[in-house]
């Protein structure tokens, strides 16, 4: 009997094999190796189970209560057997899926992991009714006395569950995205979305595994809107030494007349202020209206932005003054650059402040700077023994 099963277990492979390859060879895509050969030897196994379950009556001198139970054996193995290569199919179609140009933007892999979950709860609850001779029905009905322990069981599989069904239904994640999540230490692409876990590669290479439920229970930040708009905010302050805050005289008006992106600012601001001085010509010298430096310089910085290529023309452009404090005059610049890759958005940004702080003298103006041992030293000795009085 147990040659017979091995012979029909080969006989069965070459068949199901045939008939598979057949059925998959119409498919407009080719299947994977792994996963046919996977299917194959998990759906040949049912014919062995099936020739002992047959055969085992015919043994004589066996027990009735040993042949019961072997064919009660085969026919758990045959459902075994029939959900270990449904979970194949899973794996098959998943597999297919993540061949589709937009697979990423709507990961299936969660919820082929819920279907195998039900699919092996169903085969042992078959497996069971089986082993036992009794009906499923009934094995169900008395699982509803032991709702309250299979909750407390599966809190996070139920837990997960939802999440996933929400984070995919809201599009909340997806394959790619870049995630920002401190709490949890992480802090880069998302490489894998499972029932359970999300995976993400940190930019220094390590991995965080974070719990599905932990992004809808928690908050999260989604770099997504960043890519997809094609550019990057940059958003940083010059600390301007407030002490070189000035009015601009004659000879600086001269000075910044030099610079071809002032031209119009200039010519405006020119028209205006003798416009509003005319309208107010009885008042003090000390009431007109003049030019500043920093004024000057703001007007310099947001021409000097728009001119450049690699900064984006259609998306929020300013440069505001900040409340003034104890480290200076903030000038923010609120720009976004025309790319998202870091590398070339870190080059823009830097290109900019060194231009910047580098023409900043030019107007007359100085960046705020805490002491350090040389500014003391220049000071004399004095000054370094007592930096606290200066």
């Known amino acids: 009997m147990l040659a017979c099963a091995w012979i029909s277990n080969w006989i069965a492979k070459e068949i199901v094999r045939r008939i598979v390859m057949r059925v998959l060879g119409h498919l407009p895509f080719p299947i994977e190796a792994r996963h046919i050969g996977a299917i194959v030897a998990r759906l040949s196994n049912i014919v062995p189970a099936l020739v002992i379950q047959a055969g085992i009556a015919a043994v004589p001198h066996l027990p009735a209560g040993v042949t019961a139970l072997v064919q009660s054996l085969c026919a758990g193995f045959i459902i075994l057997t029939i959900a270990i290569a449904l979970s194949g199919v899973l794996d098959l179609l998943n597999d297919l899926y993540q061949r589709r140009p937009h697979a990423a933007d709507r990961p299936i892999k969660g919820y082929v992991q819920i279907g195998k979950m039900f699919l092996y709860g169903a085969a042992a609850?078959?497996?069971?009714?089986?082993?036992?001779?009794?009906?499923?029905?009934?094995?169900?009905?008395?699982?509803?006395?032991?709702?309250?322990?299979?909750?407390?069981?599966?809190?996070?599989?139920?837990?997960?569950?939802?999440?996933?069904?929400?984070?995919?239904?809201?599009?909340?994640?997806?394959?790619?995205?870049?995630?920002?999540?401190?709490?949890?230490?992480?802090?880069?692409?998302?490489i894998d979305i499972a029932l359970h876990t999300v995976k993400v590669q940190n930019f220094d290479k390590t991995i965080t595994t974070i719990p599905t439920h932990r992004l809808i229970n928690e908050s999260f930040r989604n770099w997504r809107g960043m890519s997809e708009s094609g550019g990057r905010r940059i958003m940083r302050s010059l600390m301007v030494d407030q002490n070189s805050v000035r009015f601009l005289d004659w000879e600086g008006l001269a000075?910044?007349?030099?610079?071809?992106?002032?031209?119009?600012?200039?010519?405006?601001?020119?028209?205006?202020?003798?416009?509003?001085?005319?309208?107010?010509?009885?008042?003090?010298?000390?009431?007109?209206?003049?030019?500043?430096?920093?004024?000057?310089?703001?007007?310099?910085?947001?021409?000097?932005?728009?001119?450049?290529?690699?900064?984006?023309?259609?998306?929020?452009?300013?440069?505001?003054?900040?409340?003034?404090?104890?480290?200076?005059?903030?000038?923010?610049?609120?720009?976004?650059?025309a790319t998202t890759a870091w590398a070339d958005y870190e080059g823009i940004q830097a290109d900019i402040f060194d231009h910047l702080i580098a023409i900043m003298p030019e107007f007359g103006l100085r960046l705020f700077q805490r002491p350090s041992g040389l500014d003391l030293a220049a000071l004399g000795p004095a000054a370094a023994i007592y930096p606290a009085r200066l």
């Open 125 to 190: 609850i078959l497996i069971i009714a089986v082993l036992m001779n009794r009906s499923p029905l009934l094995l169900l009905s008395g699982l509803g006395a032991m709702a309250a322990v299979l909750m407390l069981v599966f809190k996070d599989t139920i837990l997960s569950l939802v999440a996933s069904v929400q984070l995919g239904s809201n599009d909340m994640i997806r394959l790619g995205d870049w995630i920002e999540m401190p709490q949890v230490n992480a802090d880069g692409d998302v």
């Open 255 to 337: 000075a910044v007349s030099r610079f071809g992106l002032l031209s119009d600012y200039l010519q405006a601001k020119r028209e205006e202020v003798e416009r509003w001085n005319a309208d107010h010509a009885g008042a003090e010298a000390v009431d007109s209206r003049r030019l500043t430096n920093i004024g000057t310089f703001r007007a310099y910085v947001r021409a000097y932005l728009k001119a450049r290529p690699d900064i984006a023309d259609d998306k929020t452009l300013l440069v505001r003054q900040l409340a003034p404090g104890e480290h200076g005059l903030p000038l923010q610049i609120y720009a976004f650059a």
